[in-house]
């Protein structure tokens, strides 16, 4: 980002001050979109807002328009509409930002102010522990971006589990490419972003999922589901206990039915597992209880055939389940 560009902050500062249009937002969106440098600023001047702006607080409330009214008969030049603050809070978040364009230094002096991320490559479980003890687990595959400060921030692409230390003051927030926000104080849950929606379950405590400054986010408690997508909530008990599967390495049927297992034998392994039609009226009757621990594919469907009966083939990475 070039420092010297005081439009683009304006904007920024107008975003942070929750008072941008949708084109504005638009151009922010497009200039975070062209390198991970950008993202990586807006990062940091996301947590210089959150840590300066709350001491900035107004005096008295004045009325600007009628102020600008009288101003402007007495001016000859025009004043461009870009200079008219709309309010004593963008005007703060305006000043911080053209400081810091000033002493760009700053920013990589504080270690607390970068910008870290972990992925979870190659097929295996990675782990991390905060400093402020809270304990992150990816699924293979996922990847986070995390800043080590004051605001507890966490953004995730991909499907995690969260042990979150208790902090009252500082909530945690775990933010998705959907733009939905998860925050909490102090649970346990999974997260699981897709492109047009996000997936909650909570093990313990309770966690808030919309997006984010959303009056209508819900409230979710132990033992409960919630999928935030295309401005659309829904909130209902979890009915699947293997949904830690991935971490824990166990899978475990309590009289499901062979149509209800393969969806999620084919989450757990990343694999396509299709049923032949000929076979789904079938499928459906099948039920089965039994759990799996650290097995293949390959294992648990040959368990599974010489307990119900049925065949399968796999041809161009394709499972079909028949007869």
Same mark, same amino acid.
């Given at each position: 980002m070039d420092h010297n560009d005081t439009?683009?902050?304006?904007?920024?500062?107008?975003?942070?001050?929750?008072?941008?249009?949708?084109?504005?937002?638009? !151009?922010?969106?497009?200039w975070l979109e062209q390198s991970a440098e950008n993202r990586d600023t807006y990062a940091k001047l996301q947590l210089i807002w959150q840590d300066s702006v709350h001491a900035v607080?107004?005096?008295?409330?004045?009325?600007?328009?009628?102020?600008?009214?009288?101003?402007?008969?007495?001016?000859?030049?025009?004043?461009?509409?870009?200079?008219?603050?709309s309010g004593f809070k963008y005007a703060a978040a305006a000043a911080i930002l053209v400081l810091l364009s000033a002493g760009a230094w700053w920013l990589a002096s504080r270690p607390t102010l970068k910008v870290q991320e972990l992925a979870a490559n190659e097929g295996k479980i990675k782990s991390l522990e905060l400093s402020d003890k809270s304990v992150i687990t990816l699924r293979p595959g996922a990847r986070i971006k995390y800043t080590e400060g004051a605001r507890r921030l966490v953004e995730l692409e991909g499907e995690a589990y969260f042990e979150v230390a208790s902090d009252p003051a500082h909530p945690f927030v775990v933010k998705t490419p959907n733009l939905s926000f998860v925050e909490v104080l102090g649970t346990a849950f999974t997260v699981?972003?897709?492109?047009? %929606?996000?997936?909650?379950?909570?093990?313990s405590g309770k966690v808030k999922l919309g997006a984010e400054n959303d009056?209508?986010? !819900?409230?979710?408690?132990?033992?409960?589901?919630?999928?935030w997508g295309n401005g659309q909530m829904s909130a209902i008990s979890n009915d699947n206990p293997n949904f830690m599967a991935w971490k824990t390495g166990i899978l475990q049927f309590n009289d499901q039915s062979l149509v209800e297992i393969l969806p999620q034998l084919a989450d757990f392994y990343g694999k396509d597992i299709r049923i032949d039609e000929s076979y789904r009226a079938t499928a459906t009757q099948q039920k089965a209880t039994i759990s799996? %621990?650290?097995?293949?594919?390959?294992?648990?469907?040959?368990?599974?055939?010489?307990?119900?009966g049925f065949n399968y083939k796999e041809e161009d990475g394709i499972i079909v389940i028949g007869r």
């Open positions: 439009s683009l902050y304006d904007l920024i500062a107008k975003q942070l001050s929750s008072v941008t249009t949708a084109e504005e937002n638009t !151009v922010i969106e497009q607080k107004p005096q008295k409330q004045y009325n600007t328009a009628a102020a600008w009214e009288k101003v402007s008969h007495s001016v000859q030049a025009p004043v461009p509409l870009r200079a008219r603050f699981k972003t897709a492109s047009a %929606h996000t997936t909650v379950i909570v093990a009056t209508s986010a !819900v409230i979710l408690s132990s033992g409960q589901k919630g999928v799996f %621990h650290d097995q293949s594919c390959d294992e648990v469907l040959h368990e599974l055939q010489l307990l119900l």
